[in-house]
Nanobody, 127 residues
Framework: QLELVESGGGLVQPGGSLRLSCAAF????????IGWFRQVPGKEREGVSCISSRGGTTAYADSVKGRFTISRDFAKNTVYLQMDSLKPGDTANYYC????????????????????WGQGTQVTVSS
C-alpha cells in the first residue's frame, strides 16, 4: 500500500522560499504521476503542480507559474515542490497525491484523478 508523507511546510515572510517534500513508503513512485494540491479552509482544493511518472512532463497552475518548480528524485522515492517568491495568497495546507500512470506525458491538476493522498503540510506566508 502506498503511503505519502509531506514535509517542509512552515512560516515564511513574503518573498521567501520553501521546499516541500513528498516521500513515498510501501511502493515505488516510478509508475505514478504526482500532484501537489493546496486548500484553504472553506475553499475547494486547488491543483498546484504535477509531474509525470518519468519526470518528463510537468504542469503548473497559472497562479504559481514561474515561482514554483516540481521535481522528483527516483533514488529517494520523493517528489519536491520548490516554492519561491511566496505571497500571502500561497498560504494553505499543501497535499501531495499520486495516480498510477504508464504514460510518461500524463499530468493532471484535477483532484478527482488522484487515488492516494498524504496528510498535508501547512504553509503560512506572513510578515
Amino acid at each position: 500500500q502506498l503511503e505519502l508523507v509531506e514535509s517542509g511546510g512552515g512560516l515564511v515572510q513574503p518573498g521567501g522560499s520553501l521546499r516541500l517534500s513528498c516521500a513515498a513508503f510501501g511502493l515505488t513512485l516510478d509508475y505514478y504521476a504526482i500532484g501537489w494540491f493546496r486548500q484553504v479552509p472553506g475553499k475547494e482544493r486547488e491543483g498546484v503542480s504535477c509531474i509525470s511518472s518519468r519526470g518528463g512532463t510537468t504542469a503548473y497552475a497559472d497562479s504559481v507559474k514561474g515561482r514554483f518548480t516540481i521535481s522528483r528524485d527516483f533514488a529517494k522515492n520523493t517528489v519536491y515542490l520548490q516554492m519561491d517568491s511566496l505571497k500571502p495568497g500561497d498560504t494553505a495546507n499543501y497535499y501531495c497525491a499520486a495516480v498510477e500512470s504508464l504514460y510518461n506525458d500524463y499530468v493532471s491538476l484535477r483532484e478527482t484523478d488522484f487515488r492516494s493522498w498524504g496528510q498535508g503540510t501547512q504553509v503560512t506566508v506572513s510578515s
